[in-house]
């Protein structure tokens, strides 16, 4: 029987045993694979040190990097290595030179019964609860051939298990040696790869309990390894949310969207550059601060000094609203994170923070964070969408146009069927000024009014006017005047 959760024995690694549900199973063997410097070594420190600070017993056996170096190496990234035991089978000088001349012996040539002896002296010595080897397929080059080398490994984590031990090994993934064999010998396999996002960590094997699929990003840092998750929405359901429209805090904009937003919903703000796109977005969590609630905005396509600006010049109290806790502004370097990163940047927000609005401004920087195709974006956009609608957060979108006036496009990153709302905004040419509108598009939990209005941005704030209903083909940019109408009365 699989034991609890409770009884997990951790990797070290957080988003890791999220990853494996609580972590791994104890008394069981389990594989690392990747290629040299995706980080196995480090996870296996991760995996001792965690072991040590839970009081039991950590062997690291070595058959490859020197000892000196494993440990210098470790100790860089904070890992207290004079807590775990060492069994240092790495080759030596002697192993390759022989009266001074270098003589390379074949596996046949090479005592094995000192090796084996050593080990079970050295486990039997120490009784250790975890143990880590690397690399496993060091071993190969001792035995001469498969068969005798997948013996070989299975006797040795039986004896490893008899003994009570968690085994971790290392295998590095080679042309000249295959591993996948080894895949059959053990009770679960890590694979740490990389794609064009950064490097991503898959565990295709996992006996004796679910995992969370997909392709989990991870990096390695000064301290370690960080484990990113994919967003699986399903894991984070929370209550059903009452439903419940939130104002906008301007009446003609509520008016436009049947009584506001509807809470946990995802709106879309679409619109050309510098047609007021995050300036309204930010109205709404100007409204929700008044009501004491929790927004946050994730730029990625301005700088927060700019944005702070920008919103002080139209009368949003962004510098009181973040003194008092109610609104957090990240300004976020998509080329430097995975979508797996942001979704959890999103979650401490959300599950740490209480979050009640979620901004990402905008689309297009956020695939930059997937450096992939269509749909991709789309079914990471989907997964952040569903999250959020789970979590009961109001989720905003902003999404910009090409064109400043012309053909009109609800959206550009063909994201449309994500939204509950779209509300777009509009250039105008009328009687040579540029001027503003907005409307709404789809609203998909009410109904919702089907008019135009003039939008401007003042010092004051925003202000919304009557509906434009003198006017006849805005969506195109150019519109004409009706019924004798002027520029005058469109102005009234």
Do not use: W
Not at 92 to 100: G, R
Not at 184 to 202: E, M, P
Not at 470 to 491: H, Q, W, Y
């Amino acid at each position: 029987m699989t034991p609890p959760l409770s009884e997990r024995a951790s990797t070290g690694v957080a988003g890791l045993d999220e990853v494996l549900s609580g972590g791994f199973v104890p008394t069981r063997s389990y594989m690392i694979r990747g290629q040299a410097g995706s980080g196995k070594t480090i996870l296996s420190f991760h995996f001792l040190q965690q072991g040590i600070a839970e009081g039991e017993t950590a062997l690291f056996i070595n058959l490859e990097e020197d000892v000196r170096d494993l440990k210098a190496n470790a100790a860089a990234l904070g890992f207290d290595t004079d807590a775990i035991e060492f069994l240092d089978l790495s080759p030596s000088a002697d192993a390759f030179v022989e009266d001074e001349s270098y003589e390379v012996f074949a596996p046949s040539e090479v005592e094995r019964e000192p090796l084996t002896d050593r080990i079970v002296e050295g486990v039997t010595a120490v009784d250790p609860d975890r143990v880590v080897v690397d690399p496993l397929t060091q071993l190969r080059f001792l035995l001469s051939d498969d068969y005798q080398f997948r013996k070989q490994v299975v006797g040795f984590m039986r004896f490893l298990k008899d003994r009570g031990a968690t085994v971790l090994f290392t295998v590095q993934n080679t042309e000249s040696l295959p591993t996948d064999d080894l895949e059959f010998i053990t009770d679960g396999t890590i694979r740490l790869d990389a794609a064009s996002y950064g490097k991503t960590v898959r565990v295709p094997k996992f006996r004796g309990s679910a995992t969370q699929s997909g392709d989990h990003a991870y990096r390695v840092t000064d301290s370690g390894i960080e484990v990113y998750p994919a967003l699986q929405p399903g894991a984070h359901r929370g209550e059903d949310v009452a439903f419940e429209q939130m104002s906008s805090g301007i009446p003609e904009i509520d008016e436009l969207l049947g009584g506001g937003l509807e809470r946990g919903t995802v709106t879309i703000v679409s619109g050309p550059t510098g047609v007021g796109k995050t300036t309204l977005s930010t109205q709404f969590m100007k409204a929700a601060a008044d009501r004491g609630e929790r927004s946050v905005i994730y730029l990625f396509e301005e700088n927060k000094g700019t944005f702070l600006t920008r919103s002080r010049a139209i009368g949003i109290p962004v510098d009181e609203m973040i003194e008092r806790g109610t609104l957090q502004v990240n300004e976020v370097e998509a080329l430097e994170r995975s979508p797996q990163e942001f979704a959890r940047m999103v979650r401490e927000e959300v599950e740490e923070r209480g979050a009640d609005i979620v901004m990402i401004d905008g689309i297009s920087g956020y695939r930059l964070t997937l450096r992939g195709g269509d749909e991709q974006m789309l079914q990471q956009m989907h997964a952040l969408g569903r999250y959020l609608k789970n979590a009961g957060v109001t989720s905003i979108l902003v999404d910009e146009t090409r064109n400043v006036t012309g053909e009109f496009r609800a959206t550009m990153e063909n994201v449309s069927y994500l939204a509950d709302n779209i509300v777009f905004l509009r250039h105008l040419e009328v009687g040579g000024e540029l001027r503003k509108a907005i409307g709404v598009l789809k609203k998909r939990t009410s109904d919702f009014e089907r008019t135009i209005r003039e939008f401007e941005m003042t010092d004051q704030g925003i202000t919304v006017g009557e509906p434009m209903s003198n006017l006849r083909g805005i969506l195109s940019g150019t519109p004409e005047v009706v019924d004798g109408g002027s520029k005058e009365d469109c102005d009234e």
